[in-house]
């Protein structure tokens, strides 16, 4: 089945722990994205890759990184999670021309 | 800034009945695509529809239309014989244009679509 998987699905940690969100998709797709959706912002793009060894910032990249060092795989890094990172993320892939496939969604809270 | 405005919060509509949500987009661009998702409460994004603006033909997909309107900007989803299961948020999407930027979409606040029995 083409899908996008996240992991986890629910995440609680404390402020400071490292952390990463992995995200994997099986549809050898060139894009992939990472989302972050808050209530009455809607998603806004934290990073995307074109493809592989190739990423760039979204709107709201501070906090983060990223790593497309394989073509399915494209981890969210959070090195020292705040509060503020408390959020449901998503991450997505797709082709060129095409929509995006979400994956389930990681709901995250920073404590 | 916003390039993606959804006015609407919320949106009521009883089963059977036809509930139109607007949005609407900043661009000074001429070639871009337009998409609406659909967010239940399992929270999955699902690709409702999407439209391509040199097609001046409006988007369908079974009872999801679109009214595209490309010099007023807006790009309005028609919900035709609304079902129980059409109750979800609504997010509008741009896709900035660009070799590069495919992969990047900028979404609206949401609409959260309501329907009563």
């Keep these: ?111 | 800034a916003q390039t993606v405005t959804q006015s609407q919060p919320e949106m009521s509509v009883q089963e059977a009945e036809t509930v139109t949500l607007s949005c609407t987009y900043d661009t000074s661009e001429s070639d871009y695509y337009l998409f609406w998702y659909k967010q239940p409460p399992s929270r999955q994004m699902i690709l409702v529809i999407r439209q391509e603006a040199y097609k001046q033909q409006n988007a369908t997909e079974n009872r999801f239309s679109v009214n595209f309107q490309k010099a007023a900007k807006s790009f309005s989803l028609k919900i035709s014989d609304s079902q129980l299961g059409d109750a979800a948020m609504y997010f509008c999407a741009y896709r900035i244009p660009g070799t590069d930027s495919w992969g990047k979409l900028q979404f609206g606040a949401g609409t959260q679509v309501v329907v009563t029995p």
């Excluded at chain 1, 952390?19 to 549809?27: A, D, H, K, P, W």
Aim: overall charge positive.
């Design chain 1, 1 to 111: 089945e083409a899908q996008v998987t996240q992991n986890p699905r629910y995440l609680i940690t404390v402020t400071g722990k490292k952390l990463t969100v992995t995200c994997s998709q099986n549809m050898n797709h060139e894009y992939m994205s990472w989302y972050r959706q808050d209530p009455g912002l809607g998603l806004r793009q934290i990073y995307y890759s074109m493809n592989v060894e190739v990423t760039d910032k979204g709107d709201v990249p501070e906090g983060y990184k990223v790593s497309r060092k394989e073509k399915r795989n494209f981890p969210l890094i959070l090195e020292s999670p705040s509060p503020n990172q408390t959020s449901l993320y998503f991450c997505a892939s797709s082709l060129r021309g095409k929509g995006y496939t979400f994956g389930s969604g990681t709901r995250l809270t920073v404590v």
